[in-house]
């Protein structure tokens, strides 16, 4: 195995932009994400649409859907 190639790992704090936040080990200190298990569609069986900068309305205005 080849000798000072792999990156040095820390311990990390990662943090959701729901509050959520969860320590492992990583290549940076602070991780910041928008969606975690947490608050994510899939996880929470809710139906809700992510709407950046009004793209689902224009979609839907575009297409006639309701």
């Known amino acids: 195995m080849k000798t000072d190639i792999h990156p ?3 311990d990390a704090v990662f943090s959701c932009a ?3 936040r ?3 080990r990583a290549t940076k200190s602070e ?4 969606v975690c298990s947490k608050c994510h569609p899939f996880f929470t069986g809710e139906h809700r649409i ?3 900068a009004g ?3 224009r979609f839907r205005r575009r ?4």
């Open 8 to 10: 040095e790992y820390v």
């Open 18 to 20: 729901c509050g959520n």
């Open 22 to 24: 969860w320590e492992t």
């Open 31 to 34: 991780v910041k994400v928008e």
């Open 50 to 52: 992510v709407d950046t």
């Open 55 to 57: 793209r689902v309305e």
């Open 63 to 66: 297409y006639g859907m309701k």
